[in-house]
C-alpha cells in the first residue's frame, strides 16, 4: 500500500491506499483506509511497547539470551582449541620424521598446514561471532532503556513532534504492517527481530454518518410514534435533553426527516391502520357536512385525534345507533326512497 496526505486547517491527515489497481488501470483502488485512525493506533502499540514493564522483560529476556550465548561461546572456543591442539600434534609429528624421507616428509608439511590453515579459520569464525553476539546489556544500557521508557512517551504524544519524526521512530522499530479492511481494519505488525502484534481497528464513521441520528433515538421516536404527532415527539426528545446528529435541538422537521429516512410510519399512517378515519371520509360515509360533523364532536357522538401540525384529525366510526335521532330517521327515509326507486325501475 502507498500513503497521501491531505492539506486540512488542523494539519495533514494521512489516507493508505492499495497501489495494485488505480489511475494507470482505470479503476478505484481494491482498499482505502483512513491513516489517522491507524497512526493512533500504532502510536498506542508503540507506547505499550516501551512501558517499563515491557522493557524489563525484554531486558530479561536478554540476560537469557546472553546466557546463552556465553555457552556457544565456550563451545566455540573449544573448537579453536581443538583445532590448535591438531595442528600442534601435525607439528610434532613433521619434526619427528626423518628428513631423508622426502615423500613422508611432504605428507606431513602438508597434513601441518592445512590444520593451521583451520585453526586460522577456527579462530575468524571464533571472533566474528562473538564480535556478532556482543550485544548484552550493560548497567549503562540499562539506564538508557529506563529513562527511554520514561521519555518516549511524552516525545511521542508532543505535539511539537513532527509527522515525519513519528515515522522516522517507527521505522527504526516495526519491520512492516499489514492493513486488511473488511468490517474492521486488521493491522498486522511485524517488529524487527521477529515479533508480531495484531490490532483490531474499528472503521471511523464517514461525515454523514457522524451526523446520523442515534439508532436509540430512532428506535424511541418509532415507540413515541404510535401516539403522537411530530411536534409532540419533538417536544417530549427535548424534554430527556436528546439532540439530533448534528447535535440541535429537535423539533418536528427533524421527526418528519427521521421517518422518511428509516422509513417510519407518521401517527396519521398509524391511526389510519387502526380504523380511524379523516373528516372528509367520515362525512362522505354519513352523508353529512363538516359542520354536521364538528357539532357531533362537540356533542362527544365523533371521538377523535389531531394526528399532524396541519389540523388534521381523525376519527373513530361510530356505530349508526350512536347517531342523531334526525339523522336516523333522515337516513331511514333515504333508504326507503332509494328501494322505491329501484323497485319501480
Known amino acids: 500500500m502507498s500513503v497521501r496526505y491531505h492539506h486540512l486547517p488542523s494539519g495533514l491527515k494521512p489516507q493508505y491506499f492499495c497501489v495494485n489497481r488505480g489511475p494507470t488501470q482505470s479503476e478505484s483502488p481494491c482498499q482505502i483506509i483512513d491513516g489517522a485512525v491507524v497512526d493512533a493506533a500504532m502510536g498506542e502499540l508503540i507506547i505499550e511497547v516501551f ?10 529476556v536478554q540476560e537469557e539470551v546472553k546466557e546463552r550465548l556465553e555457552e556457544a561461546d565456550r563451545y566455540r572456543r573449544r573448537a579453536v582449541e581443538r583445532a590448535q591442539y591438531e595442528a600442534d600434534l601435525s607439528r610434532r609429528r613433521y619434526m619427528k620424521v626423518d628428513p631423508e624421507n622426502r615423500l613422508v616428509a611432504d605428507n606431513l608439511e602438508a597434513e601441518w598446514n592445512e590444520k593451521l590453515r583451520a585453526v586460522d579459520q577456527a579462530q575468524r569464525d571464533y571472533e566474528e561471532q562473538r564480535a556478532a553476539d556482543d550485544c548484552a546489556l550493560t548497567e549503562q544500557a540499562r539506564r538508557r532503556i529506563a529513562n527511554l521508557a520514561e521519555d518516549f512517551p511524552a516525545l511521542w504524544r508532543d505535539p511539537g513532534t513532527p509527522v515525519r519524526e513519528r515515522k522516522r521512530m517507527l521505522a527504526l522499530l516495526i519491520e512492516d504492517v499489514t492493513l486488511i479492511r473488511e468490517d474492521r481494519i486488521t493491522t ?15 472503521i471511523p464513521l464517514n461525515a454523514w ?10 428506535r424511541l ?18 424534554g430527556k435533553d436528546l439532540v439530533t446528529g448534528a447535535e440541535n435541538p429537535f423539533a418536528g422537521i427533524n421527526i418528519a426527516w427521521i421517518r422518511k429516512r428509516y422509513e417510519l410510519k407518521s401517527f396519521k399512517e398509524r391511526l389510519t391502520e387502526r380504523g380511524m378515519v379523516t373528516m372528509e371520509d367520515l362525512c362522505r360515509r354519513f352523508g353529512i357536512c363538516r359542520d354536521t ?5 362537540q356533542m362527544g357522538i365523533l371521538r377523535g385525534q389531531l394526528c399532524n401540525e396541519k389540523g388534521e384529525w381523525m376519527f373513530e366510526v361510530p356505530p349508526e345507533g350512536s347517531l342523531p335521532a334526525g339523522w336516523q330517521e333522515r337516513h331511514r327515509r333515504e333508504e326507503v326512497a332509494t328501494h322505491a326507486i329501484g323497485g319501480a325501475v
Do not use: C, M, Y
Not at 421516536?221 to 427535548?238: C, F, K, N, P, S
Open 51 to 60: 512501558q517499563p514493564a515491557a522493557l524489563e522483560v525484554a531486558v530479561a
Open 221 to 238: 421516536i418509532d415507540q413515541l410514534l404510535e401516539g403522537h404527532t411530530d411536534a409532540q415527539v419533538a417536544e417530549i426528545l427535548r
Open 293 to 297: 360533523a364538528r357539532d357531533w364532536q
Open 188 to 202: 498486522q505488525v511485524r517488529f524487527r527481530g521477529g515479533a508480531t502484534r495484531t490490532l483490531e481497528i474499528t
Open 209 to 218: 454518518q457522524k451526523r446520523s441520528t442515534n439508532p436509540k433515538v430512532v
